[in-house]
C-alpha cells in the first residue's frame, strides 16, 4: 500500500504530520505494510492535508484529513467520508495547465529518480548540447518574462550576463517570497525542488556562470530543508558539479530584500539596502560580477521550455504574456490555492469560477492582485484579462500573481493605511520619497479617517511624489493600493468623513 501525506508548510499547518504519522502507527498496529511518500500540495488548500491513496485505478484523495478518518483508509475507501475520488479528475486539477508545477504534488519531491521518471533532466541534457547563444535564444524565443513581478523579458537578462566578459558570473534565485497571498514559490522548493536546479544549471549555461545561489526567506523552514537536501543530492549524482553547483542561503526576514539589489546585499552579508542602479546587477551584480537575478518561478520554468521547445511553450498565453502563471488565489475566497494557467483569464473567472467567490458568502468587493504594493480591482474591471499589459493598462500590475479576495465587508481607507503603513515599516529607509512619505501617508490616511477630506488631494499629490521619485518598487508601487482604493472605493473615504462628523 502507497499513501501520499503532503510536506507541504499549509499541509503540516493544518495537521499533515499527525496524519502521516497515525497511518504509520495504524498500519503497524494492523501489520499492514505501507509506503508513506511525502509528497508536495496539489495546491487545493481547502482540501488539505490531502492524503492520496495509490489504487489500481489512480491516486484516490481524502480530504481534509483529521488523525481520526485515518482508521477509514485501511478499509472501504469508496464510503469513506472525506473520499474525494481520482486527484487527477478532480475539476481543479482537470482544468489547469500544469507545465512548471507539472510534477509538484505527484513526485516524491527528493527523489531524483521519480523526478527523471517524470520528464525531469531532459531540458538540461538539451541544453549540454546546445551553445551558449542558442540557450539564450531559445528562452527568449518562448516569451517568458520574470514571475517575481516585474515582468523583464527573462532570455534579454540572460544575454547580458552571457555577452559581459567576466572571470567569474553567478545565477542567484529569489526565493525571498514575501509578498502577502504568495505561495507558489514556496510549493515549487517544498514539492519539486530538482526542477529549480535544472533550471538554474541550465542559466549555468547559457551564461557561463559557474555558481548559484537560492536566497530563502528565513519563514520558510521546509523549503530550506527540501532544498539543501536536494542540492546534496543533485551534487552527489552528478547533476551539480564543477560545471555549476550551488547553494542555498537564507534571509533574515526583510521584505525589501525580496529587491534584487537589496537581496544582493545580504547575499553579500551587508546591511539589506537598495543599490542604486545602474549599474545594472546583469553587469555588475553578486561581489560585483556579471549575475543573473531570476525568481524561482522564472527559473522553474526554463526546463519545460527547454525540454519542449520555446514555440511549444510561447503557444499559451496572451499578447505579450506568454505561456502559464501559477496564479495563486487567497484571502476571503472559497476555494483558495494554487492553479496553473496561461495567460488570459479574466479577473472575474478567476474568482468566481475558479475561486468559487468569497469564503463568507457574501458579495465580492475587491481583489487586491500583485501582493500588499499591487492595486485593489472592483468588480466593476472583473472583465481584465490576467496579463501584464492588460493590468498595467488599468493601472495595476500582476506582480507574482497572489490575488487577495475581499467581501463587502471591508474597509478600503483601512486598505490604503495598512499599505502605507507596510511602507513605513519595511523602507530600507535610503530614498526620502519612500522612507519619508510613506509615514507622512498614513498621517494623511489618519486625517481621511477622521473626516478631513481637504487631506485627498494631498495624498493623491504625496503618492504621485513616491511612485515618480522612489529608488525601487517599495516606495514605487505603495501608491498603486492606496490611489486605487481611493478612485475605485470613493465613499469609503465619505464615510469616514460621515462617521467622524
Ligand atoms: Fe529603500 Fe524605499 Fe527607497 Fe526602495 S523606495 S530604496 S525601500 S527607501
Not at 537575478?293 to 510561447?314: C, D, H, Q, T
Request: glycine share 12%.
Amino acid at each position: 500500500m502507497k499513501i501520499y501525506v503532503p510536506l507541504d508548510s499549509a499541509a503540516v499547518a493544518l495537521g499533515a504530520d499527525k496524519v502521516a504519522a497515525a497511518i504509520t502507527d495504524e498500519a503497524a498496529r494492523r501489520g499492514v505494510t505501507v509506503e508513506v511518500v511525502r509528497n508536495g500540495s496539489r495546491g487545493m488548500v481547502w482540501l488539505e492535508p490531502l492524503v492520496e491513496v495509490v489504487s489500481a485505478e489512480g491516486r484516490l484523495g481524502f480530504g481534509p484529513m483529521a488523525v481520526a478518518d485515518v482508521a477509514g483508509l485501511f478499509g472501504d475507501l469508496a464510503s469513506h467520508p472525506k473520499a474525494v475520488g481520482l486527484v487527477e479528475e478532480l475539476p481543479w486539477m482537470k482544468g489547469q495547465t500544469r507545465l512548471t508545477f507539472a510534477r509538484v504534488g505527484v513526485i516524491d519531491p527528493l527523489s531524483l529518480d521519480d523526478y527523471r521518471a517524470h520528464g525531469g533532466l531532459v531540458g538540461l541534457e538539451r541544453a549540454v548540447k546546445m551553445a551558449a547563444p542558442e540557450i539564450v535564444a531559445e528562452v527568449t524565443e518562448s516569451g517568458l518574462r520574470g514571475r517575481g513581478g516585474a515582468g523583464f523579458p527573462t532570455g534579454i537578462k540572460w544575454k547580458t550576463v552571457s555577452e559581459a566578459v567576466a572571470d567569474q558570473k553567478y545565477i542567484v534565485c529569489n526565493a525571498d517570497e514575501g509578498d502577502s497571498a504568495t505561495f507558489a514559490d514556496r510549493m515549487l522548493m517544498e514539492g519539486d525542488p530538482f526542477t529549480l536546479i535544472e533550471g538554474m544549471a541550465i542559466a549555468g549555461l547559457a551564461t557561463g556562470a559557474t555558481k548559484g545561489y537560492v536566497y530563502i526567506r528565513s519563514e520558510y523552514p521546509v523549503a530550506i530543508r527540501v532544498m539543501e537536501a536536494a542540492v546534496r543530492i543533485a551534487r552527489e549524482a552528478g547533476v551539480l558539479g564543477p560545471r555549476f553547483d550551488m547553494e542555498i542561503r537564507v534571509g533574515a526576514g526583510a521584505y525589501v530584500c525580496g529587491e534584487e539589489t537589496s537581496l544582493l546585499n545580504s547575499l553579500e552579508g551587508k546591511r539589506g539596502v537598495v543599490r542604486a542602479k545602474p549599474p545594472l546587477p546583469a553587469l555588475q551584480g553578486f561581489l560585483g560580477r556579471p549575475t543573473v537575478v531570476n525568481n524561482v518561478i522564472s527559473l522553474a520554468s526554463v526546463p519545460v521550455i527547454m525540454a519542449r521547445g520555446a514555440a511549444y511553450y510561447k503557444d499559451f498565453g496572451l499578447g505579450r504574456s506568454r505561456g502559464t502563471i501559477p496564479l495563486q488565489i487567497a484571502g476571503n475566497v472559497r476555494f483558495g490555492g494554487l492553479y496553473e494557467v496561461a495567460f488570459g483569464l479574466t479577473l472575474g473567472q478567476i474568482v468566481n469560477e475558479i475561486g468559487g467567490g468569497t469564503a463568507s458568502g457574501r458579495p465580492v468587493k475587491a481583489v487586491q492582485v500583485g501582493g500588499p504594493l499591487g492595486a485593489w480591482f472592483p468588480v466593476s474591471l472583473f472583465d481584465t484579462p490576467f496579463g501584464y499589459e492588460e493590468f498595467g493598462a488599468k493601472d495595476g500590475l500582476i506582480g507574482h500573481a497572489g490575488l487577495t479576495v475581499a467581501d463587502d465587508t471591508i474597509d478600503m481607507l483601512q486598505m490604503a493605511r495598512f499599505a502605507m503603513e507596510f511602507c513605513a515599516i519595511e523602507s530600507c529607509g535610503k530614498c526620502t520619497p519612500c522612507r519619508i512619505g510613506s509615514i507622512r501617508g498614513v498621517e494623511t490616511l489618519d486625517r481621511l479617517a477622521r473626516g478631513d477630506t481637504s487631506a485627498i488631494p494631498l495624498i493623491t499629490d504625496l503618492c504621485n511624489t513616491m511612485k515618480l521619485g522612489s529608488l525601487c518598487a517599495l516606495g514605487g508601487f505603495t501608491p498603486y493600493p492606496v490611489m486605487s482604493a481611493l478612485t475605485h472605493f470613493p465613499d469609503d473615504f465619505v464615510r469616514a468623513k460621515e462617521a467622524a462628523e
